[in-house]
């Protein structure tokens, strides 16, 4: 069993990243900028922004945070995101999800310009992921397919099973796994909450990628020795003996799955750090569509 550390592999990531940048400075261009615009207060929201603005001042991007309270109307919250669609220093836009149910997330989504739209969501993207074109890749499955290369894992022909559909993870996970490209070209059977016979179609897979959001789900009996297991899950648990009164699990047992399995991605520690590699790539390619 080998733990896929996302700790490596987003480093070897940002350190390339940090190179293209330096590049670009010696020759008198400016740096990348990624705009993050954050809603409320919420504390994992909090956390998430904050770790992708540091991200980005260590690699040399620019970054700016833009707060709104929780009780924003929804159309100050469109003119700003037009604002920026409008700025030609601004490279990306992301909007930290989830949005106060008062505010209509789709139409924040498509709010976005398509080339300025770094986690992928924007329908235009998301269909050119579809289609196989160049476009932004959601950043958690961009991530993951990132990690794969890094860790050189043979995909070709094996049996990919995803466990959720959602648009930022499940659905664009199985479009990659199933793409004609060398970390792809898997068979792929995406399982949901109306799944029949889920555990016994998890005991087929090759790969598991478990992204639907409850702690602990994925058991051993759940899993054949020698699967590859990527953990997509990080969910807040209460633990009172923690300073901050919780701890981040994921979706898989890790302690008694991880001896059956291949290699395992860990969390926190694994997929959540490529996610922001993942992000930090879309932010370069959108930076470099404009500049050439």
Known sequence: MQIL????ASHSVKEHLK???QQLLNNDHRPPHLAAILIGSNSASETYVASKV???AEIGFNS???????NVAE???LNKIRELNNDHLIDGILVQLPLPKHINEEKVIEAIHPSKDVDGFHPENAGKLMQGLQTFIPATPYGIMLMLEHYNIETKGKHAVVIGRSNIVGRPMSILLSSNHKYGNCTVTICHSHTHNLKEICLQADILVAALGKPGFVKADMVKDGAIIIDVGITRVPDPATKSGFRIKGDVAFDEVAPKSSYITPVPGGVGLMTIAGLLKNTMQAYLSKER
């Open 5 to 8: 550390d996302g700790k490596t």
């Open 19 to 21: 190179t293209e940048i």
């Open 75 to 77: 159309e100050i919250l």
């Open 54 to 56: 540091k991200n980005c």
């Open 64 to 70: 700016s945070l833009i707060r709104f309270e929780e």
